[in-house]
């Protein structure tokens, strides 16, 4: 019985990278296409939107290139899996959705109203002098941006690939692992030297993952990084295998991205050099979604801990509602 559920394991997980692989190819050399069909388009179509996604970098279709190959090539997988419902990964209907979400976004507000105003009383941050009249025009765009990534990202990797995992591994291995794959998947949003300007060519996605050993930052602050991404990660796997659903861990996630972009929009990093005020703080990485430092790690851990203290009357759901 373990050889061949060892053999299961190694096949499936075969399948994973397969489809990590494949996930990499298409969103490289899909990029490019993005970015010449969008400039078809006039500008000021959908009230000048048009012109601001024609204004974006291009890692940034390359980023989203990446999210919606990951969409396309999973039903594939999951029936290469033999999966035919999410309750096989553990994800069971939720009797309170809304509750549960209201109290992952309730954690993830504490961790902003602890975190950001000790970031600018620290003088690490600086408001801009018109942040009150920069935040009204695109707080809807945030929010959406907010909804879409934390739906998307939940769904990829605490529906399903924390799911997989469970299947092989114990759940704490299960949430490690998922944790620490989450936590890299962010660096291949980064943007390397030269990747944004010019006229994209088909190849330039594949450059750019060739190249992006070179736009990442140094290794402290990249450990920074990875550690308060892990963290996160760590903080909402906990969340999806202790409520059985991906409410509680949507709402912390869509929480923290709503006010990491709000901040970055109202504030300015100023420390000079930028590694000036480590261990406790540090510049944004991953284009400035994820802080650094000694206090932002301990925010992102408060929260994790509210969000303990909030769902801990809450029943506890079987950890593997079916065998395979």
């Not at 980023?63 to 994800?91: D, M």
């Not at 990084?225 to 659903?245: E, H, N, Q, Y």
């Amino acid at each position: 019985m373990a050889l061949g559920a060892s053999f299961l394991g190694v096949s499936s997980l075969g399948k994973i990278f397969l489809y990590v692989f494949l996930v990499l190819l298409g969103g490289a050399l899909a990029a490019p296409l993005a970015w010449h069909l969008i400039q078809i388009f006039p500008p000021h179509l959908l009230h000048g939107h048009v012109g601001q996604i024609q204004g974006m970098p291009f890692h940034r279709y390359f980023s989203r290139s990446l999210q919606v190959s990951a969409l396309v090539l999973l039903w594939p997988l999951l029936r290469s899996l033999r999966i035919h419902s999410l309750k096989e990964f553990g994800i069971l209907p939720n009797p309170r959705p809304f509750r549960d979400a209201v109290i992952g976004f309730s954690a993830g507000l504490l961790c902003a109203l602890l975190l950001q105003p000790l970031l600018i009383l620290s003088g690490a941050f600086a408001l801009h002098a018109d942040w009150s009249s920069l935040l009204l025009p695109v707080l809807p765009k945030i929010l959406f941006t907010a909804l879409l990534v934390a739906v998307m990202e939940e769904f990829l990797f605490r529906g399903v690939l924390l799911g997989f995992f469970r299947q092989v591994t114990t759940p704490l291995l299960a949430i490690l692992l998922s944790a620490a794959l989450f936590a890299g998947v962010h660096f291949l949003n980064l943007s390397s030297s030269g990747a944004d300007s010019g006229t994209p060519r088909w190849w330039s996605g594949l450059g750019m993952i060739g190249s992006l050993g070179h736009a990442l930052p140094s290794w402290h602050l990249l450990l920074w990084a990875f550690a308060t991404l892990f963290a996160a990660g760590v903080i909402l796997g906990w969340m999806t295998v202790r409520t059985g659903s991906l409410w509680a861990a949507t709402g912390l996630h869509g929480s923290l991205i709503l006010g990491q972009q709000l901040f970055n929009t109202a504030a300015g990093f100023q420390v000079i050099p930028p590694d000036g005020l480590l261990p406790l703080f540090g510049p944004p990485q991953c284009n400035g979604m994820v802080p650094i430092g000694l206090v932002p790690l301990g925010a992102i851990l408060l929260s994790g801990f509210l969000a303990a203290l909030l769902l801990k009357k809450r029943a506890q759901p079987p950890l593997f509602p079916t065998g395979r």
